[in-house]
């Protein structure tokens, strides 16, 4: 009888043993400990179903946490966020401190896969020695703002022109702000809001009247190229300059072909007096199963890549 219960009792023992490397860590729930505090380090759980996974998720997490506390933060500090909307939908740029791929300075400290083959790492990012990383990347791009800005011209447009050209190195070195504020609270100068400002109060003194020339869907482009140049700031009205669109489009037939073509034709001129400021011209060949559909999609083709011209122009 009593090597029976001696049985019974190793038995549990043993068992206990063996699962014990196998036990959730607590960093899984709670990734801060006293080897990396969270006054010293930045830290964030992936998961996956195999390493790599779980680190490509884990890079999600963290730019997850840069987005979410920089708009946090933004809400907080700025009544009106809507002046800079349009001009970020305009530029259609990526958004820094939410990118994966840019996360400098991250790396796994700790890893572990549970019995059910479920993998989770923990990422860390030095708080100090990121934040110096990107401090020196800011102090690069405030000097190419300097330098931009030390540009001058007594006519209107061609300053905001110049000014409009640092409009991506502003936005970026305000989202190399941003992490320095997730990582340190340290606070830096806003660029970004101090050159929307500054277009915006220079385009209110700029007026531009649009003029479309075409026979079909003039209204369109009217409202489309009037639509944009209100998100840049300026008036709408005549006086300064004259944005004169000119577009035309013709079904282009292929026997053999099961699809309807349309080539547009886009010519677009601002111009002061008689003067050409800025000019270009743009023309495609669309295709869809109508011709109708060719021809609609023609003109929304013109259109965008139109836009998307002209700020080019206008920053250039």
Not at 27 to 55: F, H, M, N, T
Not at 264 to 277: A, C, F, P
Not at 306 to 312: A, D, M, P, Q, Y
Request: glycine fraction near 6%; charged fraction near 25%.
């Amino acid at each position: 009888m009593m090597r029976k219960g001696i049985l019974l009792f190793l038995i549990p023992f043993l068992v206990s043993c063996v699962s014990v490397p196998n036990q959730r860590p607590a960093w899984i729930d709670d990734p801060y400990d006293r080897k990396y505090p969270e006054d010293e380090y930045l830290l964030v759980v992936g998961s996956g179903s195999s390493y790599q996974k779980a680190v490509e998720n884990a890079r999600i997490n963290l730019a997850s946490v840069f987005s979410s506390q920089v708009e946090a933060f933004t809400q907080i500090t700025t009544i009106d966020s809507s002046d800079g909307v349009s001009f970020d939908e305009l530029f259609e740029q990526g958004t820094v401190s939410s990118s994966v791929e840019d996360l400098v300075g991250s790396e796994v400290v700790t890893s572990f896969t549970d019995s059910l083959g479920q993998t989770y790492v923990r990422l860390a990012i030095h708080r100090k020695e990121n934040a110096a990383f990107l401090k020196n990347r800011l102090t690069e791009l405030t000097k190419e703002l300097a330098r931009i800005r030390s540009q001058s011209s007594t006519d209107r447009l061609e300053r905001y022109r110049i000014l409009l050209s640092s409009y991506p190195a502003a936005r970026e070195a305000q989202q190399f702000a941003d992490r320095i504020w997730v990582l340190t609270k340290e606070l830096n100068p806003n660029h970004l809001a101090a050159l929307r400002s500054e277009l915006r109060s220079l385009a209110r003194s700029i007026s531009v009247e649009v003029l479309v020339h075409s026979e079909n869907d003039s209204h369109l482009l009217k409202a489309g190229f009037e639509g944009a140049l209100q998100s840049l700031g300026f008036a709408q009205e005549s006086g300064d300059y004259t944005l004169t669109v000119t577009y035309a489009s013709e079904p282009v037939l292929f026997e053999a072909s099961p699809y309807a073509y349309e080539r547009y034709q886009l010519s677009v001129i601002l111009g002061r007096d008689d003067t050409v400021v800025r000019s270009f011209g743009l023309q495609e060949r669309i295709a869809a199963l109508e011709q109708g559909d060719a021809k609609a999609k023609a003109l929304q083709s013109a259109l965008n890549d139109g836009i998307e011209t002209l700020i080019g122009l206008l920053s250039q």
